[in-house]
């Protein structure tokens, strides 16, 4: 089966870095996405990783580990707005494409 | 100029009534979903349509059955509503289902079964 485990809360300070993350169990792994949900919004989309290493998109980044099973959402000079849901989903083959969701975390930034 | 809309926002009914949830996305995609998310925001995976025709089909009861008209409709009808129905459902659309990483959500439905 697949499985993704991602911690259920994280806080952080206003200007800190927090980094959120992702460890997933699965076959025929393709690759690992995140996803921002605000309170009473929609999921959207973030970055997607296939290959191993660190794609950055402005504040955010993503990390992926293969070998590890493992990815993370790093996001810098936090923002009172970055408060929100944050979702790995994974993306895999199994005699179809798939992306199943995570649990997600909750991000609590503080002033 | 919406890229997926969802109808309605909001749906409040009672037990047993069969209710319908509309989707339209107007970004060409092929690929579209339903999501169900639950008071834990767990966001589960309920159906995929790619160009009309069904390719994922989760456990889900048979009391929802999904409706695609057309590759840029995806609709939702659910039979005798129960209360464990009540989450937000999402409907989403990706590029074609290889491209199922980079998926576009609606607004949402938020079903609530008194």
Known sequence: GQSLEQPSEVTAVEGAIVQINCTYQTSGFYGLSWYQQHDGGAPTFLSYNALDGLEETGRFSSFLSRSDSYGYLLLQELQMKDSASYFCAVRSYTGGFKTIFGAGTRLFVKA | ?114
């Open chain 2, 1 to 114: 100029d919406t890229a997926v809309s969802q109808t309605p926002k909001y749906l409040v009914t009672q037990m047993g009534n069969d209710k319908s949830i509309k989707c339209e996305q107007n970004l060409g995609h092929d690929t579209m979903y339903w999501y169900k998310q639950d008071s834990k925001k767990f966001l589960k995976i309920m159906f995929s349509y790619n160009n009309k025709e069904l390719i994922i089909n989760e456990t889900v009861p048979n009391r929802f059955s999904p409706k695609s008209p057309d590759k840029a409709h995806l609709n939702l009808h659910i039979n005798s509503l129960e209360l464990g129905d009540s989450a937000v459902y999402f409907c989403a659309s990706s590029p074609d289902r290889e491209n199922s990483y980079e998926q576009y959500f609606g607004p949402g439905t938020r079903l609530t079964v008194t």
